[in-house]
């Protein structure tokens, strides 16, 4: 069958290029999804979320798609900077339950060429 | 404003040595949680508190404790130092209890245990 959107550890994109990072989540229970960046030596960065109820958020110059049905999400950058160059990990979560905890997916490591 | 701000930055320990690392969320922030990313990986949970009090604990062994104070800053103690404890932890804080929502993650403590 296709393919919905493999992970890839690692990815090479030119400056201006539109990127995409995929991510598989595990748990049907997890009801909000968070990307982040992680340049080096730093910890997480907040990019953008959207909850379950939702399959498409956009930010400024982000676009998070949410596919609950392969539990599969995806995280494109338009116009791809080479300060975009960092890990980029998608986080689920039960927002309402307290106590509960991200789980973190396998990191992209993106990398822009100018 | 202060974000979060984790200490040390960076220390070496020896094997079957304690550390202490400290975190101080963001003013009006009460909850805080640990992470510990190893090299390579995606974080994973380690403790949670809200108003001093635990409110979830990760697959972490007994060596691996926690506290938070009346301030809401938080202390992670490990013991019996092991090489595989060599790894970034971050410390995340937020206002509420629930898990990931509204999260802001300081730049880590980097321990190496040798």
């Known amino acids: 069958g296709e393919s919905v959107g493999l992970h890839l550890p690692t990815l090479s994109v030119q400056e201006g290029d539109n990127s995409i990072i995929n991510c598989a989540y595990s748990?049907?229970?997890?009801?909000?999804f968070i990307w982040y960046k992680q340049e080096s030596g730093k910890g997480p960065q907040f990019i953008i979320d959207?909850?379950?109820?939702?399959d498409k958020r956009q930010g400024q110059r982000v676009t998070v798609l949410l596919n609950k049905t392969v539990k599969h999400l995806s995280l494109q950058i338009a116009a791809t900077q080479p300060g975009d160059s960092a890990v980029y990990f998608c986080?689920?979560?039960?927002?309402?339950?307290?106590?509960?905890?991200?789980?973190f997916g396998k990191g992209t490591t993106l990398s822009v060429s100018s | 404003d202060a974000g979060v701000t984790q200490s040390p930055t960076h220390l070496i320990k020896t094997r079957g040595q304690h550390v202490t690392l400290r975190c101080s969320p963001i003013?009006?922030?009460?909850?805080v949680s640990w992470y510990q990313q190893v090299l390579g990986q995606g974080p994973q949970f380690i403790f949670q508190?809200?108003?001093?009090?635990?409110?979830g604990r990760g697959n972490f062994p007994d060596r691996f404790s926690a506290r938070q104070f009346p301030n809401y800053s938080s202390e992670l103690n490990v013991n019996a130092l092991l090489l595989g404890d060599s790894a970034l932890y971050l410390c995340?804080?937020?206002?509420?209890?629930?898990?990931?929502?509204?999260?802001?993650f300081g730049s880590g403590t980097r321990l190496t245990v040798v």
């Open positions: 959207i909850r379950s109820n939702m």
């Open positions: 003013s009006g922030h009460k909850s």
């Open positions: 995340a804080s937020s206002q509420g209890a629930s898990g990931g929502y509204g999260y802001t």
């Open positions: 508190y809200y108003e001093k009090e635990e409110r």
């Open positions: 986080a689920e979560t039960a927002a309402n339950q307290a106590g509960t905890a991200l789980i």
């Open positions: 748990n049907s229970a997890s009801d909000y």
